[in-house]
């Protein structure tokens, strides 16, 4: 063990970890009702660890997947509530020169039938800085959606695209990270539809694979 969750705010970790070249661990902790963070873990040399929390988010708000670097040291992730909306919200955490970090919302869902609801997991890039995820709600069936955010030119904005519904009969609920090929293509998985049997004669959940 090197690092106990020992406070209400700081518990129900499990979204995974990522790591710097440093070695410096970077964990997000949900902790649902109390005070949700993004933690950091340094080696202090001793075989032990020192955490910091690099950002501590409003109760509810659901921050789950793993944490995402970029080559420029930036933090990403996701929330499943929160944002214009609280529907869910993409964010980066950036270093400032005093050692502080900054959040800042790349996109905030805003559901129906043309956008997604809670992404649940991480977040994927390409070379260009395009940002690929998953909600678990929304999209065409409400069944959850594929999305893309263009990176922006200058200091323009993100633009989100949304490269596929799931309609149930090909997936529900896709929670997992994605993954990309060397083509572009992207692969997860859902946790329910694709058929019947499993959960309420609905599906035991699909791989897929969106070609964007």
Not at 97 to 121: H, M, Q, R
Not at 136 to 150: A, C, P, Q, Y
């Amino acid at each position: 063990m090197i690092y106990n969750y020992d406070s209400a705010a700081d518990n129900n970790g499990g979204g995974g970890l990522t790591m710097d070249a440093s070695g410096n661990i970077f964990a997000v902790l949900s902790a649902a009702y109390d005070s949700p963070s993004v933690v950091k873990l340094s080696p202090n040399g001793y075989g032990g660890w020192n955490p910091t929390v690099l950002r501590t988010f409003g109760n509810k708000i659901f921050p789950e997947g793993a944490p995402v670097l970029d080559n420029a040291w930036n933090l990403y992730g996701t929330t499943q509530a929160g944002g214009a909306h609280n529907m869910g919200t993409v964010y980066k955490l950036s270093r400032q020169k005093n050692g502080a970090w900054s959040e800042s919302v790349l996109y905030a869902f805003k559901g129906g039938k043309t956008d997604g609801i809670g992404p649940y997991a991480g977040i994927a890039f390409d070379a260009a800085g395009n940002i690929y995820g998953t909600t678990i709600f929304g999209g065409k069936s409400n069944n959850g959606t594929v999305f893309e955010l263009v990176a922006p030119v200058g200091k323009g904005s993100y633009e989100e695209k949304v490269l596929w519904s799931f309609d149930g009969a090909n997936g529900r609920w896709p929670l997992g990270s994605l993954i990309r090929d060397n083509a572009g293509n992207l692969y997860g998985m859902t946790r329910s539809g694709g058929g019947t049997g499993c959960y309420a004669l609905k599906g035991c959940g699909v791989a897929f694979e969106v070609i964007p």
